[in-house]
T-cell receptor, first 111, second 112 residues
Framework: DAKTTQPPSMDCAEGRAANLPCNHSTISGNEYVYWYRQIHSQGPQYIIHGLKNNETNEMASLIITEDRKSSTLILPHATLRDTAVYYCTRLSSGSARQLTFGSGTQLTVLP | DTAVSQTPKYLVTQMGNDKSIKCEQNLGHDTMYWYKQDSKKFLKIMFSYNNKELIINETVPNRFSPKSPDKAHLNLHINSLELGDSAVYFC???????????FGQGTRLTVV
């Protein structure tokens, strides 16, 4: 049951912006979009989340379309250490906080 | 000071054995989770615990049982291990009504 769809892999040149898309066309009104990344079999690391407004923190920016059916994670200046699998997931604001991870996007930052 | 720590990091054992993986969090979170990551890298939630109550229980074999002695610990017990149990198991914690979940570094279980 793929609740989110992401491209399996992407490359990005070091220093350039990395734009990672995610499709969540069946998202419901109370579900947030969350992004995590996993660097080489380490534990997943939280990046950012949002509901309908665009969000920015020290790691990344999250752009959510007006219809909320898709979003884009932006790493403004990718470094080699950003090479990882990036997971887009959705989470309801209810009490059962179950993160369901899809297959993710393997981002490779090239020197 | 590690926020979510799991032990052991690696575990190799024979089929049929019983094993446990320990998890501790020092973040004061009220909810803890166990995830399984298979060879295809899919992360699937197995259990979550809030205030010592099981609030999510996915369709995992009953050979797997989570045990929480207190709010800071959620251990995973596995009985009669099978080859298909080989995977990386991640513990995580969060506030029930909070934002992000924090993950441990994983336990790579290999059943031979």
């Amino acid at each position: 049951d793929a609740k989110t769809t992401q491209p399996p892999s992407m490359d990005c040149a070091e220093g350039r912006a990395a734009n990672l898309p995610c499709n969540h066309s069946t998202i419901s009104g109370n579900e947030y979009v969350y992004w995590y990344r996993q660097i080489h079999s380490q534990g997943p690391q939280y990046i950012i989340h949002g509901l309908k407004n665009n969000e920015t923190n020290e790691m990344a920016s999250l752009i959510i379309t007006e219809d909320r059916k898709s979003s884009t994670l932006i790493l403004p200046h990718a470094t080699l250490r950003d090479t990882a699998v990036y997971y887009c997931t959705r989470l309801s604001s209810g009490s059962a906080r179950q993160l369901t991870f899809g297959s993710g996007t393997q981002l490779t930052v090239l020197p | 000071d590690t926020a979510v720590s799991q032990t052991p990091k690696y575990l190799v054992t024979q089929m049929g054995n019983d094993k446990s993986i320990k998890c501790e969090q020092n973040l004061g979170h009220d909810t803890m989770y166990w995830y399984k990551q298979d060879s295809k890298k899919f992360l699937k939630i197995m259990f979550s615990y809030n205030n010592k109550e099981l609030i999510i229980n996915e369709t995992v074999p009953n050979r797997f049982s989570p045990k929480s002695p207190d709010k800071a610990h959620l251990n995973l017990h596995i009985n009669s291990l099978e080859l298909g149990d080989s995977a990386v198991y991640f513990c995580a914690s969060s506030q029930l009504r909070g934002t992000e979940a924090f993950f441990g570094q994983g336990t790579r279980l290999t059943v031979v």
